[in-house]
């Protein structure tokens, strides 16, 4: 690999009269008046010129100058970034699956629509819901469609309610998602163990809540043991519960949400069923909802009589659709490829396997990093900088120079209630050596922190970039290249 | 063990002695023991890979007519893709990362969003682009809801009752929930563009926006300089909604004719149709509105050494820091389509596009003269079109359809049931990837199933 990689933007190696791609000739008559006399443009200003050659290398360079899952372990608490197996890419891609138009007729998507059914019934039995709509574009999405339904089932029973009660330690999708409902936040705190207090919990319940938002295991890695008398005590009041499944890697085949008390959930294909996450996408945010849930899902509805799939939009009380079509398809296949692969043994050693990697990464550094919950962990664990601030070293610090060693750090700052955060999650594709190599470059991290600590304010050295200047950025904003006068 | 878990007996003994526990299932003990699963899943055994391939070929083969020759768009369009956009999207360095976050690990990812931005806003002739939505549907549902933050108080928005009916059902999915809103259609007049006279008598100084699709799903592109000036007129903003962007490679951008925010699906652009998914939303919108714009954004910016990187920047609109007060809940978005569209637009770049466009344009109007000169076939739309059209028939669409596919053609999309008034009339799509000869055996099967 070259150290040194300036790439310029296409847009300025550009060159009058190059070109990338040669198109057959016309072969209907050449009409002279096309469209109708409508005011055309000119020129697709600014668009670059350029050959083959010049655009493979510029992505080629580019991608040289990202970390990712295939070049080793990637830590990023909440975020799942496990091993994306290469047979699922190969199989999203069949032509058969590519081409297929999502408005050609029923008969014709068989196939296609047999797929969502059957990803439907898996995800229904590894979460214990009644029913899945695949049709969210991303975790967000899945949640904001939840709450459309939470919303849609309490008006029918007698009123939407106002409240929804958050967590202190909840991803920031959830608020976001809760008040574009139109629902107003309430934040429910966190108790010393790190979990929600039930107390206080309790206290907040009232009839004008519509609903608690949970995520389990919480953002801190740790199971809510209390969860049934949490379901409990917003089910007595009329409310709802719904789960942020964003950490269902620590739960499959283990335990199941809808035996919980949980309501409704989004899902992460993305994070637990080993979709990749492209740079930030595509991903897909199943949901899943209890019994009662199911006439207000959103449209259309797959329905299977006699073996064969029908597309059902013939329903009165639905939210009505959340997006164009029928969902991210090509990630569906490929989740559906991991649980086919995996079959319920493999899907237990998800969890088996994620709780194994957390824990023992979480015992190797005891004592290096503060641990402000001593809670056990599930699939992560939060470490903070509290000894290295000591030594006037930030996690931010310890993030950068983690990249000198070649690991991608892990997630800085969140969850909120731990100040100075590092929070780690190995998944279950990581072996043990690349634990290891983990582990002692943070051992070693520690040693610096202490012994040189100004090695750690100037990390990365190793990059091809170093720290950018993100208040400059954000101060005076570049958005996109424009052509100089 | 599972091929994705590389963990030998001997790793598993040591690592549970480190943790200092005698099993794998005592990791799980702050879960209540009547909460844990007693028995398996109920899933079907785990398959090798050749079984796998097996099952997923066959499940892919029971979808059909991918040898026919599809005059379908409506929304999702089959374009010819070269193959450097497939062969870079198998890298692992793009698909297998996280969102940029880190940005000094990141910079290929970032680099690349800041181009398909810069695309994104001279497409749309527009200032400032995000770095992607997850479809056009959505998209323009986050438009509406960003007209909102920009114009506070007013509360009717006008939607192009020719707007795609997926978009327009996705609209009322998001805006039926906040009781400050009211959606109003805007008919579309014999030519298949917005009744703009209907549209002035109505409007008042309460309207919020004026939502266009450019073109249309009636394949009509309409006359968005015209309806802008009305909008502004009272105050209101314009946006305009793109399902095929390729159309943009001719027409006006929505920008120069006056649109305040114009968003449109990418999927014309290097995307597999795949069954609708995923596409891409585009989104962007003029400079002084740039702090109500949902979605990731990216931005230039200098490392500690003075050279040039790139960072996601202005996040205080976003989720993760603001929470409630955020201006969209997205997050995770479409990175990887993001990138797919960008790298299709460097390779067929200023020439290569405006072709392509050109070639749509030229072989639709030949199959319009074609198919309006079969008895019992008539254009249903004066307006303009750029590569769709709507014929009428002098038989009802499902039998139509029924004996064309009996003639290996997948003929087009039946509006009747989202137009009850559109009765007998089919949208028709010929791409550049349409011969003259598949053209010429629509109008002759047409001809035969119509007689």
Redesign the interface.
């Given at each position: 690999m070259i150290k040194e990689i300036r790439e310029p933007l296409i847009f300025e190696i550009s060159e009058t009269g190059k070109r990338a791609v040669e198109l057959p000739a016309l072969d209907v008559p050449e009409k002279k008046d096309l469209l109708g006399g409508v005011p055309l443009r000119r020129e697709l200003e600014g668009f670059p010129e350029v050959s083959e050659t010049e655009v493979s290398r510029h992505f080629t360079r580019l991608s040289q100058k990202n970390y990712c899952v295939d070049i080793g372990i990637y830590p990023l608490g909440s975020c799942t970034m496990k091993y994306n197996p290469k047979v699922n890419e190969r199989l999203s891609g069949l032509p058969d699956f590519a081409a297929c138009h999502p408005l050609a007729s029923e008969d014709l998507v068989q196939g296609s629509l047999e797929v969502l059914k059957r990803l439907e019934t898996y995800l229904c039995e590894i979460a214990g819901m009644d029913a899945f709509s695949l049709h969210p574009a991303a975790g967000a999405h899945g949640e904001l469609t939840g709450m459309m339904l939470i919303r849609a089932v309490l008006e029918a029973r007698g009123g939407a309610r106002k409240y929804v009660l958050i967590p202190d330690s909840a991803h920031g999708t959830n608020p976001s998602s809760a008040h574009i409902c139109g629902y107003s936040v309430k934040e429910v705190k966190s108790n010393e163990k790190g979990t929600i207090d039930v107390e206080a919990l309790d206290a907040a319940m009232t009839d004008e809540v519509a609903a608690l938002m949970v995520t389990n295991p919480n953002t801190l890695g740790v199971f809510e043991s209390d969860i049934c008398r949490v379901t409990e005590i917003v089910h007595a009041k009329g409310g709802l519960v719904y789960m942020d499944g964003a950490n269902m890697n620590a739960l499959t085949g283990i335990v199941r949400p809808g035996d919980m008390g949980i309501d409704v959930l989004h899902i992460n294909l993305h994070k637990t069923f080993s979709t990749p996450h492209g740079g930030g996408g595509p991903g897909s945010g199943p949901v899943g909802v209890k019994k009662d849930f199911v006439p207000y899902l959103p449209v259309p509805v797959i329905r299977e009589k006699g073996g064969s799939f029908a597309l059902d939009f013939d329903r009165p009380a639905t939210i009505g659709r959340v997006r164009s079509y029928f969902g991210n398809f090509s990630v569906i296949v490929r989740a559906l490829c991991y649980i086919l692969t995996l079959g319920p043994k493999g899907v237990r050693e998800i969890a088996e396997f994620a709780v194994l990697n957390a824990n023992y990464i979480r015992k190797s550094l005891e004592g290096e990093y503060h641990l402000k919950y001593t809670t056990p962990s599930m699939h992560e664990c939060v470490f903070s900088d509290k000894i290295q601030k000591e030594f006037g070293v930030t996690n931010l610090d310890i993030a950068k120079r983690l990249i000198d060693y070649g690991i991608h750090p892990p997630t800085m700052s969140f969850p909120l209630i731990v100040h100075g955060a590092l929070m780690i999650e190995p998944t279950e594709t990581e072996s043990r050596r690349d634990l290891d190599l983990f582990i002692d470059a943070m051992k070693a991290i520690a040693r610096e922190a202490k012994e040189n600590p100004e090695i750690l304010h100037s990390a990365p050295h190793a990059a091809y970039v170093s720290r950018l200047d993100e208040v400059a950025a954000a101060k005076f904003p570049v958005l996109r290249w424009v052509k100089e006068p | 063990?599972?091929?994705?878990?590389?963990?030998s007996e001997a790793?598993?003994a040591?690592?549970?002695e480190?943790?200092?526990?005698p099993t794998?299932d005592d990791?799980?003990?702050?879960?209540?023991a009547t909460?844990?699963?007693q028995a398996?899943?109920?899933?079907?055994?785990?398959?090798t890979?050749p079984e796998?391939?097996r099952?997923?070929?066959s499940?892919?083969?029971?979808?059909?007519?991918?040898d026919a020759a599809?005059f379908?768009g409506?929304?999702?369009y089959?374009h010819a893709v070269?193959a450097?956009v497939d062969?870079?999207l198998?890298?692992?360095?793009?698909?297998?990362?996280?969102?940029?976050?880190?940005?000094?690990?990141?910079?290929?990812?970032l680099?690349?969003?800041?181009?398909f931005?810069?695309?994104t806003?001279?497409?749309l002739g527009l200032d400032?682009?995000n770095?992607?939505m997850?479809?056009?549907?959505?998209a323009t549902a986050e438009a509406i809801?960003m007209a909102r933050r920009v114009l506070p108080g007013r509360r009717v928005v006008w939607l192009a009752r020719s707007l795609?009916p997926?978009?327009r059902?996705?609209v009322?999915?998001?805006v039926?929930?906040?009781?400050d809103l009211e959606l109003r259609d805007i008919p579309f007049g014999p030519d298949g563009r917005c009744d703009l006279t209907v549209l002035e008598a109505a409007l008042r100084d309460d309207a919020l926006c004026v939502v266009l699709g450019y073109p249309n799903v009636l394949g009509v592109?309409e006359?968005v300089?015209a309806a802008a000036s009305l909008a502004r007129a009272v105050g209101a903003l314009t946006l305009t909604v793109t399902t095929e962007p390729l159309a943009?490679?001719?027409?006006?951008?929505p920008g120069?004719?006056g649109a305040d925010i114009a968003v449109a699906?990418g999927q014309s652009f290097g995307l597999?149709?795949?069954?609708?998914?995923?596409?891409?939303g585009l989104f962007a919108t003029r400079e002084r509105y740039?702090r109500s714009m949902p979605g990731?954004?990216?931005?230039?910016?200098?490392?500690?050494?003075g050279?040039r990187?790139?960072?996601l920047?202005?996040?205080?609109r976003?989720?993760?820091?603001?929470?409630?007060?955020?201006t969209?809940?997205?997050?995770?978005?479409?990175?990887?389509?993001a990138?797919r569209a960008t790298?299709f637009?460097?390779?067929?770049?200023?020439?290569?596009?405006?072709?392509?466009a050109?070639?749509n344009?030229?072989?639709a109007?030949?199959a319009a003269e074609r198919l309006g000169a079969v008895p019992g076939v008539r254009r249903k739309f004066s307006?303009?079109?750029?590569n769709e059209f709507v014929v009428e028939l002098a038989k009802p669409w499902p039998a139509v359809?029924a004996g064309l596919r009996g003639q290996g053609l997948?003929g087009g999309?039946g509006l009747e049931p989202a137009y009850p008034e559109l009765k007998n009339c089919a949208l028709v799509c010929v791409t550049?990837l349409k011969?003259?000869d598949q053209?010429d055996r629509l109008a002759r099967a047409l001809q035969e199933v119509l007689s």
């Open positions: - | 063990m599972s091929a994705y878990t590389p963990h790793d598993i040591s690592m549970l480190t943790i200092g526990v794998v990791l799980f003990a702050t879960i209540p909460l844990r699963q398996g899943l109920g899933l079907p055994a785990g398959l890979e796998l391939r099952e997923l070929t499940l892919a083969a029971r979808n059909a007519g991918a599809v379908l409506a929304g999702a089959s070269p450097v062969q870079i198998l890298r692992s360095e793009f698909a297998t990362a996280y969102t940029p976050y880190q940005p000094e690990v990141s910079q290929g990812t680099q690349s969003v800041f181009e931005q810069t695309f806003a001279l497409l400032v682009a770095a992607s997850y479809d056009g549907a959505s809801l795609h997926q978009y059902a996705t009322a999915t998001y039926c929930r906040l009781p592109i006359d300089t943009l490679a001719m027409v006006k951008s120069a004719s699906e597999p149709i795949s069954y609708g998914g995923p596409g891409v740039l990731r954004i990216v931005g230039e910016t200098v490392d500690a050494k050279r990187g790139f960072v920047t202005l996040a205080t976003e989720q993760h820091i603001r929470r409630e007060r955020a969209s809940n997205i997050c995770t978005n479409q990175g990887l389509c990138l790298i637009m460097e390779s067929l770049g200023k020439q290569g596009l405006r072709e392509v050109w070639q344009a030229q072989k109007a030949y307006g303009p079109v750029f359809d997948i999309y550049e011969t003259k053209i």
